[in-house]
């Protein structure tokens, strides 16, 4: 950063500049933790022997132990990508409109975990249902690790409950699809003939502020050879949307580009899968019986309050835990 001419390229200085940021964040809190390892052991060395040094020292190590799982957990992430941004997508499957608003349900449990872990959460696309609910919303989330700690949550996700729109109080199963991508900023390998798409604007239904419904500020690009479509609507202009869109669409080829190369297809968010039944790739029942089980690392947890309102830790863990014991096999 110190070179001359770093900052001639605005844009490219400003991502490595932030991405040194991050860095430098990560050596603090490993710094931190090995000062206060010295604190404790001077405080353990020390020759007197009474109640309350014996009680601070446990205090002390209590709070050392909670510091350092919490580091450990981060020694988890080692994908590629891992420390990218995150592109968030949430689509009602099948069960009319309990599918519907389980993806809202999904949309407050992520917005709620990625407020937990310092994570920037923006909804760039939105389609709501006629009665209630969501049909599809798209998100981009920024922030240290944000892909790493999402792409735990691809797959088919699969709600029981008594249903609030039934008036005779039967139980319903619904289903959500979660796609989860990294976000490329650039990608020199993957380029994109303007020829191939096809760009529609139309009025933005979204959080556009005065633009809403007034001027055709959403974009929706489609990339014809794929027939991969993706719009963005909650951007102020056009052009911001568009940039947000096609951002998304590089994403998504790039991510399409490499499952096409992989052997089993599954490097990022892994094989297809519809949103119904036998395909989930987590389950969560609130009636009879209370459980929310991840069917990949087999973890499960009967607090599903607590699961909805955002605390997804155990489950990413075991999940970024599973994917590694399965990489050391396949070596």
Not at 20 to 37: C, K, P, Q, S, V
Request: hydrophobic letters at 35%.
């Amino acid at each position: 950063m110190s070179r001359p001419g770093f900052w001639d390229d605005a844009t490219a200085a400003a991502k490595q500049s932030e991405r040194a940021g991050r860095l430098h964040e990560e050596l603090n809190i490993w710094d931190t933790l090995l000062n206060n390892l010295r604190d404790l052991l001077t405080l353990s060395e020390s020759t007197e022997d009474d109640e309350a040094l014996e009680s601070e020292l446990t205090t002390e190590y209590q709070k050392l132990l909670e510091q350092f799982q919490g580091l450990e957990f981060s020694t988890l992430f080692r994908g590629t990508y891992d420390d990218h941004n995150a592109i968030l997508a949430i689509h009602a499957g099948s069960g009319g409109t309990e599918a519907q608003d389980w993806v809202e349900m999904l949309l407050r449990m992520y917005l709620r975990f990625a407020e937990r872990h310092g994570l920037t959460a923006r909804i760039v696309d939105e389609h709501r249902g006629q009665e209630a609910g969501i049909k599809t919303v798209t998100v981009h989330l920024n922030g240290r690790y944000a892909y790493g700690y999402l792409r735990s949550e691809h797959g088919v996700h699969r709600l029981v409950r008594i249903s609030p729109f039934d008036a005779e109080k039967m139980r319903h199963t619904s289903f959500a699809l979660v796609e989860v991508l990294p976000e490329l900023e650039s990608i020199e390998e993957q380029a994109i003939d303007p020829k191939d798409l096809r760009i529609d604007t139309f009025l933005s239904s979204g959080h556009g502020g005065q633009s809403v419904n007034t001027t055709y500020s959403a974009v929706r690009i489609v990339h014809t050879p794929t027939g991969i479509t993706v719009s963005c609507q909650n951007e102020r202009s056009q052009q911001q949307n568009r940039e947000t869109a096609f951002k998304i669409l590089q994403s998504k080829l790039h991510q399409r580009a490499l499952a096409e190369q992989a052997e089993e297809k599954q490097d990022l968010r892994g094989s297809y899968q519809s949103a119904e039944w036998g395909s989930q790739a987590r389950s969560y029942v609130l009636q009879p019986y209370r459980l929310v089980k991840d069917h990949r690392s087999e973890f499960e947890t009967a607090d599903t309050d607590a699961v909805l309102d955002g605390e997804l830790d155990p489950f990413v863990e075991a999940y970024l835990k599973t994917e590694l014991s399965k990489q050391k096999r396949e070596r």
